[in-house]
Nanobody
Framework: QVQLVESGGGLVQPGGSLTLSCAASGSGFSPYLMGWYRQAPGKQRELVAAMSTAGGTNYGDSVKDRFTISRDNAKNMVYLQMNSLKPEDTAVYYC????????WGQGTQVTVSS
C-alpha cells in the first residue's frame, strides 16, 4: 500500500520561507513523477511544482522564481522550498506521486499571514 506523508507546513509571515517534505512509501513503489499541488478555500486544486526522476520540472505560473522543487530518488522523497511567501500562497499543500496511477498525501496547511 502506497502512503505519502507530508511535513513542514505552518504559519509564516509574508516574505518568509518554508520548506515542505514528503516521503513516499510502499513495497516496490518507485514513482516517476513526484510533486506538489495546493488548494485554497473555494478554489480548485492547482499544480505548484512537479519533478520527474530524470530531473525535469514543471512549475505553476504563480510560484515560478519563488519556489524550488527537489527530490531524493533513492529515498522516494520530494521537497518544496518556498521563498518570498505571499498571503495568496495560503492553502493546503498536497504531495502527489505517480508511477502508473497517482497517489495523494493528506495535505499540510500553509498559512501566510502577519
Amino acid at each position: 500500500q502506497v502512503q505519502l506523508v507530508e511535513s513542514g507546513g505552518g504559519l509564516v509571515q509574508p516574505g518568509g520561507s518554508l520548506t515542505l517534505s514528503c516521503a513516499a512509501s510502499g513495497s516496490g513503489f518507485s514513482p516517476y513523477l513526484m510533486g506538489w499541488y495546493r488548494q485554497a478555500p473555494g478554489k480548485q486544486r492547482e499544480l505548484v511544482a512537479a519533478m520527474s526522476t530524470a530531473g525535469g520540472t514543471n512549475y505553476g505560473d504563480s510560484v515560478k522564481d519563488r519556489f524550488t522543487i527537489s527530490r531524493d530518488n533513492a529515498k522516494n522523497m520530494v521537497y518544496l522550498q518556498m521563498n518570498s511567501l505571499k498571503p495568496e500562497d495560503t492553502a493546503v499543500y498536497y504531495c502527489y506521486a505517480r508511477k502508473i496511477v497517482g497517489y495523494w498525501g493528506q495535505g499540510t496547511q500553509v498559512t501566510v499571514s502577519s
